[in-house]
């Protein structure tokens, strides 16, 4: 029996049994015939038949090579970019659909593949023994088709057999591709079943590290997490913080978007829009996509996608004439063919893009220029390249003619290719060598499977890696012993020089950073104007001044949703709206903010406050009424004065103390009177400049005892005034009842004719209506009052010193720009008590010298006082709103005026007229003219012999009454 066929043996015939198999047999296949057999055996129905069927027949396209090889490599390519549509037909055995779509692109990397191969069968160093074969599928860009030419690959034949290997040739090394990193996903996980090795070499999603899922999976691209790194760190480098994305459907731009929204919104950039480009072509999603990016205020565009689900979109722009935008360009389609097509320099010129390790492959060109052009996938490269058919029933049914009148002069139809026109001739992606990228990777990735199956293939016994130390063998080893070299492997890329190895399947994250520069023809270049190197310590450099914008500009765009916030104002976020979309909100004063776009302003210290510009604290202005400023001179001088005057006045006093102007009313009252007030000026100085411990308490308890002293002076002063006008009151009460009974005494006379008894009465009249001749409240008594009341306010002033004295502070809440310096009163009861008291003092002796304002013809010193009274309460009245109006130190100012006009008040009022009748009219200064007297209305009450006489004469000569007036 020969190997290779399945023989049907006994029961096996009808369990495993199909006209096309052509696999080997072996021992499991017939354990599973026989647990077939004993399952229909015991089974209800056991005249069913079982078979083994084909349920669908794949339609897959590509090269093979394996007749005669030693070592069979897999690749996978999208060739196509998508599926054909089928025409959903159920009446027919299923045939997976066709592919439509060249890409010359891809198709290079399918060549490249194959130059590699042809160029390791050639190498003399390079598995020198071993001859490489490669079976080659076209994965049309789509997930089903990926999956049809693996599980084909891994049967080995036709017709997929999953968990089976049919066939005797050579054993299969690793699988190349399979070109996007959807499709890498969905292959990994069928190879990784059987830890069969992959290295792909444009899958570059990070899903892919996971060694769990993907334990067989490597690749020549880096992996995706630094490219998302990458951009975001250049979307940091130029500023920008509003940006939109745009990312296919699928794994590479899924993941890619999604790390790279991570790392920016972390940093403070903002997404205007996520949008998604559909796999399947949709022009509605397209439109919507368009209208979104127009409608978008962000200027910079970053994109995640293949070239070919990408190009659709493009279009679309294109026409809507979309300009002013700057795109990001993942390496996916930064240098596609597809993408760059004419035009569209108005809209991507200025892109910037990553693109992978580029390098010069030597001999690839002529090779891609070889090409027989009758090979299936090579036949619909040539007829797509050249317009044209190399059939001539499809040259004729396209022309609608009949072979015999549809010849051209060369004899055959028209549209017809000959199989020989020069490549060279079109310029086409193809044969453009100048950015080999992913197809450097496809020729890495070729060479890392060939150096994993040298070294297996020199192993030598004894100091193998496997059990016991053993070796593979290179004709018949297992996928996983092949696994274990390609982690291993360690070599230097042919021509370039690139060492290559893997770190849990990755190389390193290395990028060229790409800037689309627009000739004067409208022509595209790609300019590297950076590079990106993971590994680095400055990973990222980029040259600014090489980079040409869109619009031919020089200067990088500027893509942010709100301005940036200068020093001085803050960052408010608008409801509802991303974190950079925002308002500037100046800072309020004492706030600063230094930096821009600084989220919250910073409190200024407390000495400290905010310049015009809310962007730096300076130190507040120190305030305090200072001696020598011109408000401060001019209150010492006027200070000064007064205190001079006051003493001024003492000494004439001094001098005139013996005359009866100065006696009157004790002069030691008028001497203390005048210290208060020499007191009172003076400690006015004292409110002035910066205060200090001593010079609050002095200025406060000066000013409190000072008035006290003063105003005890005038209540016993006014004290004495007061009992003489209630005496006279009295005694003119009693006058009055005196003359109305003389009256009737001398009417009564008058009638009776004896005028002696007249006369007798009036006399009687005239002793009764004079002042008392002694007080009853004496200098001892005045004075005793003065020092009593003085004393009172000496003890409350002590007691407030050695309890909660006042001290001075810095009041910084007064004004905010300015430290005001000045004296605190340490307890307000105190204060309030203090001053309560001198204004009690106040009060009772203007009741007692307006009580008196009526006393003396010639000089009344009573009005003196009422008056000098009542200007003390106008002045200090008139304070209080004043002082409570103002702020810093102009309240020290109003406060010394009402000191000083207070003092001049009381100091003219009182004295003033004293002092006119001593300097200027001393005639006036005679006891005579001093002498307190009672004020006499006519002549009856003034009780005169010259008037009583008249009284007399009248009441004689007529019988009449006269009336007497008080």
């Known amino acids: 029996m020969a190997p290779g066929t399945c023989h049907p043996r006994m029961f096996f015939l009808t369990a495993c049994q199909h006209p096309t198999l052509q696999c080997t047999l072996i021992m499991e296949i017939w354990h599973c015939a026989v647990k077939l057999w004993l399952l229909f055996y015991f089974s209800l129905s056991v005249s069913a038949e079982a078979t083994c069927k084909l349920k669908a027949k794949f339609n897959l396209s590509g090269y093979k090579d394996v007749l005669k090889k030693k070592v069979v490599i897999g690749g996978m390519f999208p060739i196509h970019m998508r599926i054909a549509s089928s025409d959903g037909n159920t009446s027919r ?105 992959q290295v792909s070499y444009c899958s570059t999603c990070s899903a892919l590290n996971s060694k769990f899922q993907f334990p067989t999976f490597l690749r020549t691209a880096p992996n995706d997490e630094h490219q998302s790194r990458a951009m975001a760190r250049l979307v940091l480098h130029f500023g920008w913080t509003w940006v939109g ?166 004899g055959q139809p028209e549209g017809m290719c000959s199989g020989k026109e020069p490549l060279t001739r079109i310029n086409n992606t193809y044969w453009d060598v100048s950015q080999l990228r992913i197809t450097y990777n496809v020729y890495k990735a070729v060479y890392a499977v060939a150096h994993a199956l040298h070294n297996l293939e020199h192993c030598e016994d004894g100091s193998g890696p496997f059990t016991g130390k053993t070796c593979a063998n290179i004709s018949n080893f297992e996928p996983w012993q092949l696994m274990y070299y390609m982690k291993n492997v360690n070599y230097t890329v042919p021509h370039t ?201 002095t200025s406060q308890v000066a000013l409190a005892l000072g008035f006290a002293l003063c105003l005890s002076s005038i209540m016993g002063k006014a004290s004495v005034l007061m009992l003489r006008a209630l005496a006279v009151k009295a005694s003119r009460a009693r006058s009055k009842a005196a003359a109305k009974a003389a009256k009737a005494a001398a009417e009564a006379a008058a009638n009776s004719g004896s005028p002696d008894v007249i006369m007798s009465n009036m006399h009687n009249i005239s002793d009764q209506s004079g002042f008392p001749e002694k007080d009853k409240l004496t200098c001892g008594h005045q004075r005793a009052m003065a020092a009593l009341a003085t004393l009172i306010q000496a003890i409350g002033c002590t007691v407030w010193l050695l309890t909660l004295p006042p001290h001075p502070i810095k009041n910084t809440s007064a004004q905010d720009i300015k430290i005001i310096l000045e004296c605190h009163e340490g307890n307000v009861i105190f204060i309030c008590c203090i001053f309560a008291y001198d204004i009690l003092l106040a009060l009772v002796a203007f009741i007692f010298a307006f009580i008196a304002r009526k006393l003396e013809d010639h000089f009344s010193e009573a009005k003196c006082v009422t008056f000098g009274m009542l200007v003390f309460f106008i002045v200090w009245i008139s304070f209080v709103p004043a002082y409570l109006s103002t702020r810093g130190k102009f309240m020290v100012a109003v406060q010394i005026f009402a000191i000083l006009a207070s003092s001049f008040g009381l100091l003219t009022c009182i004295f003033l007229p004293k002092c006119y009748i001593i300097l200027v009219k001393p005639e006036r200064n005679t006891e005579e003219l001093i002498r307190a007297r009672s004020k006499q209305r006519d002549s009856t009450l003034t009780g005169t012999s010259a008037s009583l006489g008249t009284t007399a004469t009248e009441i004689n000569s007529t019988t009449a009454s006269t009336a007497i007036d008080d």
């Open 93 to 197: 055995i299923p045939v997976s659909s066709g592919c439509e779509g060249f890409n010359f692109r891809t198709f290079r990397w399918t060549q490249t593949m194959l130059f590699a191969i042809d160029e390791i069968n050639k190498s003399p160093d390079l598995l020198p023994d071993t001859d490489l074969g490669y079976v080659i599928y076209d994965s049309c860009f789509t997930i089903s088709k990926a999956v049809e030419g693996t599980l084909t690959y891994l049967t080995g034949q036709d017709e997929a057999v999953p968990n089976y290997r049919c066939g005797n040739g050579a054993p299969l090394g690793a699988l190349v591709g399979a070109g996007g990193s959807d499709l890498s996903i969905a292959t990994a996980r069928i190879m990784g079943l059987y830890h069969f090795p």
């Open 245 to 410: 994305t745009i990312a296919a459907d699928d794994d590479y731009g899924k993941y890619g978007i999604k790390d790279f929204k991570e790392l920016v919104e972390e940093a403070g950039v903002c997404i205007s829009f996520s949008e998604t480009l559909p796999k399947v072509h949709s022009p509605e999603d397209i439109q919507r996509i368009v209208e979104t990016v127009v409608e978008s205020t962000a200027k910079i565009i970053v994109v995640f996608s293949s070239d070919v689900d990408l190009s659709p979109l493009i279009g679309e722009l294109l026409r809507h004439n979309v300009t002013n935008r700057t795109w990001i360009a993942s390496e996916a389609w930064v240098t596609s063919a597809l993408i760059n097509q004419p035009g569209v320099g108005s809209l991507l010129g200025g892109t910037l893009g990553f693109a992978v390790k580029r390098a010069d492959i030597p001999g690839l060109q002529e090779y891609l220029l070889d090409l027989d052009p009758y090979e299936l996938l090579t036949e619909e490269f040539w007829e797509t390249y050249f317009n044209c058919t190399l059939h001539i029933s499809r040259a004729l049914s396209q022309s609608h003619l009949k072979a015999s009148d549809s010849l051209s002069r060369a």
């Open 497 to 697: 020089g690139e060492r290559i190895y893997f770190e849990d399947g990755d190389v390193e994250g290395y990028y060229d950073i790409l800037n689309w520069q627009v000739d004067d023809l409208g022509e595209i270049s790609y300019v590297t104007v950076g590079q990106y190197r993971a590994s680095a310590e400055n990973s990222m450099t980029v040259r600014n001044d090489s980079i040409i914008w869109n619009n031919q500009e020089t200067t990088p765009p500027r893509s942010i949703c709100s301005e940036n916030c200068q020093p001085g104002t803050r960052k408010g976020i608008r409801q509802g709206e991303p974190v950079c979309c925002f308002d500037c909100i100046p800072c309020a004063d004492g706030e600063i903010s230094n930096l821009t776009n600084a989220r919250e302003c910073i409190l200024c210290h407390e000495d400290y406050w905010s310049n015009e510009a809310h962007d730096e604290c300076v130190l507040k202005i120190i305030e305090f009424l200072a001696f020598e400023e011109p408000l401060g001179i001019t209150l010492i001088v006027i200070s000064a004065f007064g205190a001079l005057l006051t003493i001024a006045v003492g000494v004439v006093f001094m001098v005139n103390v013996n005359t009866p102007l100065v006696k009157a009313n004790d002069p030691l009252l008028s001497f203390s009177l005048l210290f208060g007030l020499v007191v009172t000026f003076l400690c006015s100085i004292v409110f002035l400049g910066q205060p200090q411990h001593w010079s609050c308490m």
